[in-house]
């Protein structure tokens, strides 16, 4: 048996790959998760590698694929992407702002095969949403587009992204979702890497806060119950364990970027030590069996104590590894999120810090001065 077989009688293929197909955005948020290092439209792969990589994936066993971005609508390109993968058997959602696509757009997104939809929405009203996406007239066309996905006949998902500057205004939100008519809500705290790091201290709520939004979103759960399904993320920082990043390391998805870099997760291009594969050089199988940077934190055997022995290590996967260094500056260090870890009382600092003056966004934008905070 080749190596390569036997990584391949341990491990499971891919369940979804997320398809970062630009960092082109008109928005501006300043939680994004693209890197601070924005991949510019020059650097982006052809449609013919994409279409490649999506043969890949499902030769692979990839059964979903997320078209994100930055903006995914923003490549011409998308609607021959989408139909690729409809025809390969892969399960397409768009992930998306809403603010570029116009309704024969949509149509050709629809007709090439595109099975669902989700519109991200930075506040229940004009004025917030605006302000936090940095781009004037955005909610509106937001709404506009939540609405052309409805009457395409499109399942559609809400992600509600929610923070210190828009949390008492999640009521609003949900009615908001009911009232477009979304069959699942995500609402999810921002989760601080890359530019959300940059704006911690603008984004990260109190736990009062955080306890009162916990309630509104039960009392929604209890009411919505079988008419709309509402997911919760909850800031890690307040959390007493860590979250299953990513369902695991390695486990569940491969994210592939606007430039091909293959990544186990959305940050992990932050960590030192890495050579990550990129999928103009090597296939997606040979990156996901054989490649150091899709092992190196597979499983548990790489775990430090409390999490080796710790009978939740099966269930978090031990954390967020990028979490780990940005906190301890050691990526083979416990989440510090766990109320276990050695390292704990550095999330206790950083809440602490975050009750202050809310100081101004740093907004996500190629070149942005991350110096001014």
């Keep these: 048996m080749s190596p390569l077989d036997d990584r391949r009688s341990t491990t499971a293929p891919p ?13 501006q948020c300043p939680y994004c998760s693209n890197p601070l290092e924005l991949e510019r439209s020059s650097r982006e792969m052809a449609t013919a590698d994409w279409l490649r990589v999506l043969g ?17 609508t923003a490549r011409r390109d998308l609607a021959e992407l989408i139909r690729h993968a409809s025809q390969l058997g892969l399960y397409s959602n768009l992930i998306t702002s809403g603010v570029l696509t116009a309704e024969r757009q949509l149509a050709d997104y629809v007709e090439a095969g595109l099975r669902h939809v989700q519109v991200s929405f930075q506040d229940a009203d004009a004025g917030g949403g605006d302000r936090i996406a940095g781009l004037q007239g955005a909610h509106q066309k937001k709404l506009r587009f939540a609405t052309m996905v409805r009457q395409a006949g499109l ?14 205004n999640l009521p609003h939100m949900i009615a908001m979702a009911e009232s477009l008519d979304a069959g699942r809500i995500e609402i999810a705290h921002v989760q601080y890497y890359a530019w959300a790091l940059a704006n911690r201290d603008a984004l990260l709520p109190s736990r009062a806060a955080l306890d009162e939004a916990t309630r509104v979103v039960e009392a929604a759960r209890a009411r919505l119950k079988g008419i709309m399904v509402i997911d919760y993320v909850v800031p890690d920082y307040h959390a007493v364990r860590p979250k299953s990043c990513m369902n695991g390391w390695g486990r569940q998805f491969i994210n592939v970027m606007p430039s091909g870099t293959a990544l186990p997760c959305h940050a992990a291009q932050i960590l030192p030590g890495f ?21 190196r934190f597979r499983g548990t055997d790489w775990m430090p104590e409390p999490c080796h022995s710790c009978e939740r290590r099966e269930l978090d996967w031990g954390g967020c590894r990028c979490q780990a260094f940005q906190l301890t500056g050691d990526a083979t260090r ?9 390292d704990h009382g550095l999330v206790g600092a950083v809440r602490s810090a975050a009750d202050g003056e809310v100081p101004a966004f740093v907004y996500r934008r190629f070149g942005a001065d991350l110096a001014v905070r």
């Design 15 to 27: 369940f979804a790959l997320l398809a970062e197909v630009t960092h082109r955005c008109p928005l």
């Design 275 to 295: 050579e990550f594969p990129s999928v103009l050089r090597a296939s997606l199988a040979d990156i996901w069996y054989r490649s150091d940077a899709f092992n």
């Design 155 to 168: 399942p559609l998902t809400l992600n509600l992204v929610v923070h210190r500057q828009n949390l008492d």
């Design 334 to 342: 416990t989440d510090p999120v766990c109320a276990l870890a050695p």
């Design 56 to 72: 890949e994936a499902a030769a692979l066993g990839v059964l979903q694929v997320h078209f994100s971005g930055g903006e995914p």
